[in-house]
């Protein structure tokens, strides 16, 4: 399983990022893909999740309303990020797990999902 992300970068409070992770090695269709972020001295949190089996999304009460998680059902799951605050400043993950519904209270921890991406940093100026 290879997880890649792409897209980040640094940006001014207000303006939009759009996250890419690109899946190889696994039946795409099986698997949720799950959107993490890290910052200095933070643990890793779950953000956004979809699950490309039922088509369940979530979303961490910090990005709702600005986050949206969408896949192209073929090998890539998209975040597109909106309004980006300084506080949204971390190195982003994505992560896969196998058959995992997203509306479930474990859809975010880290535990449930079996491969990861590198990371990439996204960084939110004021």
């Known amino acids: 399983v290879q997880l890649v992300e792409s897209g980040g970068g640094s940006v001014q409070a207000g303006g939009s990022l759009r996250l890419s992770c690109a899946a190889s090695?696994?039946?795409?269709?099986?698997?949720?893909i799950g959107w993490f972020r890290q910052a200095p001295g933070k643990e890793r949190e779950g953000i956004s999740c979809i699950s490309n089996h039922d088509g369940s999304t979530y979303y961490a009460d910090a990005v709702k309303d600005r986050f949206t998680i969408s896949s192209d059902n073929q090998n890539t799951v998209y975040l597109q990020m909106n309004i980006l605050k300084p506080e949204d400043t971390a190195v982003y993950y994505c992560?896969?797990?196998?058959?995992?519904?997203?509306?479930?209270?474990?859809?975010?921890?880290?535990?449930?999902?079996?491969?990861w991406g590198q990371g990439i940093q996204v960084t939110v100026s004021s």
């Open positions: 992560a896969s797990a196998f058959y995992m519904p997203c509306d479930r209270p474990y859809s975010n921890h880290t535990k449930v999902y079996g491969s």
């Open positions: 090695g696994i039946t795409f269709a099986q698997y949720a």
